[in-house]
């Protein structure tokens, strides 16, 4: 006679402790490539947040000016900037409604190199120049988007993001109660000491960085160049790209070369006209038929409002408000200043603070908790059974190789290295 308890044992520890074991070891070997990521990222990111502040703090000789009786021509401050550095082109020019503030003129130098220059508007004073991409918060954003190292950097900033989200996954599936673990015990400060301390600072901090975290990690993707670059084909393709007149496209050019281009000044005083709030930033016309492009570089996305603007005549050729971008154009960018910590003002900025530091924390706390807890000379990986997806997996699995191609692409090269070289070494097994 059989034991009709058997199968149910069976399938018991199939979807219990088995599965457990195996969540625990996918969870394990993502937080080897992520956690190091997670912590820069949330150090870069985190002091990124702060970037007025910082700049106002490092550039102050340079961004504040005595006010004085009368301007000098945003012509003649172009022209002192020609002077100073060369202009082989002229980029844009930025002013703002502080009348102690200097006006910032973006340009590419003498030998071509994308820069920026603070003038004193009153007396045409050159303050200060520097290529862009020598700033310090630019060197900042660049090391937390692509390590310095251009297109091949951020893929590997790309793959932490994707596996970041895995790892938070299978992490929230660890951290949730079962067993005697109860949901007092979750939502208890971490206590004792040893390695059972920095285990509960790791399963506190990362419930709560799954909720501040994971957001910030979806609303970066846009930037991304494989995630983002799907999205914009997308949007392309569906017709729900966003309708700036930024980078060109249907944009009208000026009625009629004769005359004369009217002042930069005349330009800024037609966006005031129009609702456009400080600061604004305008960009030259290119060549005869050009017109100038100006636009409110506030940090509020509604506020951001774009004019082309005819150079003979200042007449308005052609607005551009926020709200005319399709949903999903204004959904990417109004996530994108959610990530940057402008969308809902001391709060937002308060919250990705916090997030920022629970990274930090969330990767100290596994490192050392993992260090404490492997065997000497060994990797530690947690013991778990060689298990097949079942078919409620599958479509999972499926589905996260379709929202997140490069980690897809990497874990079928992960697969095929564990299955031709690391099984063969005894790399990164269980017990």
């Not at 910082?54 to 006010?67: G, P």
């Not at 006006?103 to 590419?108: A, R, V």
Request: proline share 5%; charged share 15%.
């Amino acid at each position: 006679m059989t034991d009709s308890t058997a199968p149910a044992a069976a399938r018991s520890s199939t979807t219990g402790g088995a599965f457990y074991r195996l969540i625990w070891k996918w969870h394990f070997l993502a937080s080897l490539y992520v956690l190091p990521f997670l912590a820069m990222l949330s150090l870069t990111g985190g002091i990124y947040l702060y970037k007025p502040q910082i700049e106002a703090w490092l550039y102050a000789d340079r961004m504040s000016v005595t006010v004085q009786d009368a301007r000098m021509s945003y012509e003649a401050q172009v022209a002192a900037v020609e002077d100073a550095a060369g202009v082989t082109r002229l980029r844009g020019v930025t002013v703002y409604g502080d009348p102690a503030r200097s006006t910032l003129i973006e340009f590419n130098d003498a030998e071509n190199v994308r820069s920026l220059a603070w003038v004193d508007p009153y007396t045409a004073e050159v303050l200060a120049t520097v290529p862009r991409d020598e700033t310090a918060m630019r060197l900042l954003r660049k090391f937390h988007g692509e390590l310095l190292l251009g297109d091949f950097g951020t893929k590997f900033v790309e793959l932490a993001a994707h596996w970041a989200i895995v790892m938070f996954v299978t992490g929230i599936y660890l951290w949730w109660p079962r067993g005697q673990r109860t949901w007092g015990q979750v939502f208890r400060l971490p206590g004792g000491s040893g390695r059972s301390f920095w285990r509960e600072t790791h399963l506190f901090t990362g419930f709560l960085a799954t909720i501040l975290i994971v957001p910030i990690i979806v609303t970066g993707l846009p930037w991304t160049d494989v995630w983002g670059g799907g999205l914009s084909y997308v949007q392309e393709q569906t017709g729900t790209k966003s309708k700036s007149l930024r980078f060109g496209g249907d944009v009208p050019g000026s009625t009629t070369s004769e005359g004369f281009p009217v002042a930069y000044a005349e330009v800024f005083e037609v966006a005031r006209s129009e609702g456009l709030v400080y600061p604004l930033e305008m960009r030259p016309a290119k060549g005869a038929g050009g017109a100038y492009w100006v636009r409110s570089a506030s940090k509020n996305r509604f506020e951001q409002t774009e004019l082309i603007v005819d150079q003979y005549s200042g007449a308005v050729l052609k607005r551009h408000d926020f709200e005319k971008n399709p949903a999903l154009a204004q959904g990417v960018s109004l996530g994108i200043s959610f990530h940057q910590g402008e969308l809902y003002g001391w709060l937002n900025l308060a919250q990705n603070t916090l997030a920022a530091a629970l990274g930090v924390v969330l990767s100290v706390s596994g490192f050392v908790a993992w260090w404490m807890r492997r065997p000497a000379g060994s990797l530690g990986v947690p013991a778990a059974p060689d298990a097949a997806l079942g078919t409620g997996m599958i479509p999972l699995v499926i589905a996260l190789m379709i929202l997140l191609p490069l980690m897809g692409l990497s874990l079928i090269v992960a697969l095929a290295l564990d299955w031709l070289i690391f099984r063969r070494l005894g790399w990164f097994q269980s017990a």
